[in-house]
Antibody
Framework: QLQLQESGPGLVKPSETLSLTCSVS??????????WGWIRQPPGKGLEWIGS???????YYNPSLKSRLTISLDTSKNHFSLRLYSVTAADTALYYC????????????WGQGTLVTVSS | DIQMTQSPSSLSASIGDRVTITCRAS??????LNWYQQKPGKAPKLLIY???SLQSGVPSRFSGSGSGADYTLTISSLQPEDFASYYC?????????FGQGTKLEIK
């Protein structure tokens, strides 16, 4: 059974780079069945899709974040990563990684989430 | 971007009630519509995908319907564990967008 787990710093300073990793177990990230996505949720608010990456290396980014965003795969470690540059307090959120069905693009399963606070 | 509008934003109901949540897209999304349940402190959980397909392991009291731009999630008989927030999400076009959520509370 596929399981995902986020990891990374819980505190990032304004203007610096937020870096998170999602470790995948129970299956390979090199699969035609899944893409891999990041979703975030500011405290007390709704869900926002950040972006996704597929086994081919193709990436799909939310236009609102595209200029500050890189999502990548590391096949040797079976994980994928998020880098968000030049963060501000508005980037404070619970960050989730999720498997994304390649065909209908539903998100399942999800990681448990990791809270990232942007503050000096 | 495709905008997703959920209603109501909050709802009070009793155990055993039938509840319906609606989601309207700003354009037709051809049944590329998914529903998630989120409990406090937990990640969202997929309930329904492709508008009406029940995710494995999800109780049959949950159902989804709709087409074009209009979709509904129905809980046929509310159970205590169903009190949570619910989100719709369109997977028709990027960016993948979510509704603003519906918080289901105990009356």
């Amino acid at each position: 059974q596929l399981q995902l787990q986020e990891s990374g710093p819980g505190l990032v300073k304004p203007s610096e780079t937020l870096s998170l990793t999602c470790s995948v177990s129970g299956g390979s990230i090199i699969t035609k069945t899944y893409c891999w996505g990041w979703i975030r949720q500011p405290p007390g608010k709704g869900l926002e899709w950040i972006g996704s990456i597929c086994y081919s290396g193709n990436t799909y980014y939310n236009p609102s974040l595209k200029s500050r965003l890189t999502i990548s795969l590391d096949t040797s470690k079976n994980h994928f990563s998020l880098r968000l540059y030049s963060v501000t307090a508005a980037d404070t959120a619970l960050y989730y990684c999720a498997g994304q069905d390649y065909y209908d693009r539903r998100f399942d399963p999800w990681g448990q989430g990791t809270l990232v606070t942007v503050s000096s | 971007d495709i905008q997703m509008t959920q209603s109501p934003s909050s709802l009070s109901a009793s155990i055993g009630d039938r509840v319906t949540i609606t989601c309207r897209a700003s354009q037709s999304i051809s049944s590329y519509l998914n529903w998630y349940q989120q409990k406090p402190g937990k990640a969202p959980k997929l309930l329904i995908y492709a508008a009406s397909s029940l995710q494995s392991g999800v109780p049959s009291r949950f159902s989804g319907s709709g087409s074009g731009a209009d979709y509904t999630l129905t809980i046929s008989s509310l159970q205590p564990e169903d009190f949570a927030s619910y989100y719709c999400q369109q997977s028709y076009g990027p960016p993948r967008t979510f509704g603003q959520g519906t918080k289901l509370e105990i009356k």
